[in-house]
């Protein structure tokens, strides 16, 4: 099958391109800034490790309120977004079984190619994560 990590450059680039516009898009719609900002509620007698501790709790919860927008409230964009990444339709990715899935996200989460090239992108600042800010 496909993917971003075994295809030529020309194909890589140009989905690439469509995958960032919807991404894009998709961070608005799911409120990943918004949710990636909430922070634990400290008292200010914490240690240092308390804090950090505290912050790494919150940050599970953050990525488990994440997961719940993409999959409960907006499953659609969510599938459409993952068939980017193997060149299918939302309609195709919609049909694609779960061992596909896993083997497209694997694939393409463990490719140093892609990880590099979306890296370079946002600390270009082409692809806008919000405020990485822990505190």
Do not use: H, W
């Not at 990715?93 to 779960?98: F, G, I, L």
Request: charged share 30%; with cysteine; net charge negative.
């Amino acid at each position: 099958m496909k993917t971003l990590a075994n295809c030529t450059l020309k194909e890589f680039l140009q989905q690439i391109n469509k995958i960032k516009k919807k991404a894009a898009a998709f961070y608005d719609v799911i409120g990943i800034g918004d949710i990636r900002r909430t922070l634990p509620v400290f008292k200010g007698d914490e240690t240092p490790e308390q804090r950090k501790e505290m912050i790494r709790k919150q940050g599970m919860k953050n990525i488990s309120a994440i997961i719940d927008k993409c999959i409960d409230e907006n499953i659609d964009a969510t599938v459409e977004l993952i068939g980017l990444m193997c060149f299918k339709t939302a309609d195709e990715a919609a049909e694609m079984e779960v061992s596909e899935f896993i083997d497209i996200v694997l694939e393409t989460v463990g490719s140093q190619r892609c990880i590099d090239f979306f890296m370079k992108l946002v600390n270009s600042g082409l692809i806008n994560m919000g405020d990485t800010s822990t505190e």
